[in-house]
């Protein structure tokens, strides 16, 4: 957990998102500023999955009773109005804004989005070489 004393408000369906691993959001691209604040840097999209599994458990220590929340098996086949609709219901019960404060220093790797983007293809089998 960082020390950080800064805290922001993010809505909770971009909050479970990350520590649910499934999209509650119409784009994962919304991510991107709840990450870059976790990050404490800007975040370019191929990033976001990365530092999303960076910050579920810090936020989850943040915020332990979201461990309850289970995802339902429907969640993926339903429309976006109806998957709103379950996360307002958890919103009922857990508000729809909470607090995060941003991941600890050593909770976070920083790499620079060309280089991720690289070693992204060679873990696929890819060929890339860094320009450097």
């Given amino acids: 957990m960082s020390t950080n004393d800064e805290t922001r408000e993010f809505p909770l369906a971009h909050i479970l998102t990350v520590t649910t691993n499934c999209q509650l959001v119409p784009a994962i691209s919304e991510l991107s500023p709840l990450l ?3 990050a404490g840097e800007a975040l370019s999209n191929v990033q976001l999955g990365r530092v999303a599994k960076e910050s ?3 936020i989850l220590e943040q915020h332990p009773q979201l461990r309850e929340v289970t995802i ?3 969640i993926n086949t339903g429309s976006q109005e109806v998957v709103d609709a379950w996360v307002a219901g958890l919103s ?10 941003p991941l600890a220093k050593v909770d976070h790797t920083s790499i620079d989005p060309v280089e991720e ?3 992204i293809l060679e873990q696929k089998g890819g060929q890339a070489t860094s320009p450097r």
Avoid: D, E, I, Q
């Avoid at 009922?92 to 404060?101: E, F, I, N, R, V």
């Fill in 117 to 119: 983007v690289l070693m």
């Fill in 92 to 101: 009922a019960k857990y508000g729809a804004m909470l607090p995060l404060t």
């Fill in 72 to 74: 339902p098996a429907w």
């Fill in 56 to 58: 579920a458990g810090p």
């Fill in 36 to 38: 870059s604040f976790m």
